[in-house]
């Protein structure tokens, strides 16, 4: 690694790092879509058989108080209150579906486009990045086109991007901008750090497992044998709040 830096300017190097720490995010996102593609449903199943465990749970524990207490129980007022407390895992539950139903509407694109999207990119960011050139923020036309490049590249829009990259060129045309970074050393460390940070959190650090079938198979069964477990421990907790509903020396309020 210090070879290679040696090879390079500050400035050039601080431009590499931008470029590449935008790959390896662009990167993730393929992960993450790929990851919910394959596991989303059986995530969702899982999350949902637990909250259901939890919504239980709290049902026997609260009977339970009441009965330790010699108090009437007030089913409905119990039962209202419990979906109160379980107003966030609800809200986290949606959301977990909304994101699979996303991800499954994904795109996930060639080795060819990939390689082709990465190099016109690489070729825009090199001339209109804006933490390399701060021209680009204080001119309404290229920041409107550095937006429109971040979000083909985003979009994996390949067509796009290659049109844009003519009007960046059009744009840029007879400007002389000036390059100046200030602490660029500072800026070089901080990019690196984000970049590690990315590699070895999800959801690139899914990436070994997505590559390795025995790696996805054996985590579909882990995902499938937790599934089981909730259900079956459902089951229990459901037949232990039948039990007390039915004892006849447990008072019941009436509504």
Request: glycine share 2%; proline share 3%; charged share 35%.
């Amino acid at each position: 690694m210090e070879l290679e830096k040696l090879k390079f300017s500050p400035y050039e190097q601080y431009e590499e790092l931008l470029i590449k720490k935008e790959t390896i995010r662009k990167e993730s996102e393929q992960i993450w879509i790929q990851y919910l593609s394959i596991f989303g449903k059986l995530i969702t199943d899982v999350y949902e058989a637990q909250i259901e465990c939890i919504r239980l749970k709290k049902i026997i524990s609260t009977y339970q108080a009441y009965i330790n207490r010699g108090e009437a129980i007030d089913h409905q007022a119990i039962y209202e209150q419990i979906e109160k407390e379980m107003t966030a895992y609800r809200l986290q539950l949606e959301q977990m579906i909304k994101d699979t139903n996303e991800a499954a509407k994904g795109t996930i694109i060639s080795p060819l486009e990939v390689r082709n999207i990465k190099v016109l990119y690489r070729r825009i960011a090199k001339r209109l990045h804006p933490d390399m050139h701060p021209d680009t923020n204080k001119q309404e036309v290229l920041k409107e086109l550095w937006s429109r490049v971040q979000m083909a590249y985003h979009t994996n829009d390949l067509k796009e991007i290659s049109e844009l990259e003519v009007l960046v060129n059009k744009a840029l045309k007879d400007q002389n901008m000036q390059v100046e970074i200030p602490n660029i050393e500072e800026k070089i460390q901080m990019v690196e750090d984000e970049i590690d940070s990315i590699i070895h959190n999800e959801p690139y650090a899914l990436k070994s497992l997505l590559e390795d079938s025995a790696k996805r198979s054996e985590k579909k069964n882990e995902l499938q044998e937790q599934l089981k477990a909730f259900q079956k421990y459902q089951k229990e907790l459901q037949s232990h709040i039948e039990e007390l509903e039915t004892k006849e020396n447990i008072p019941w309020q009436m509504n």
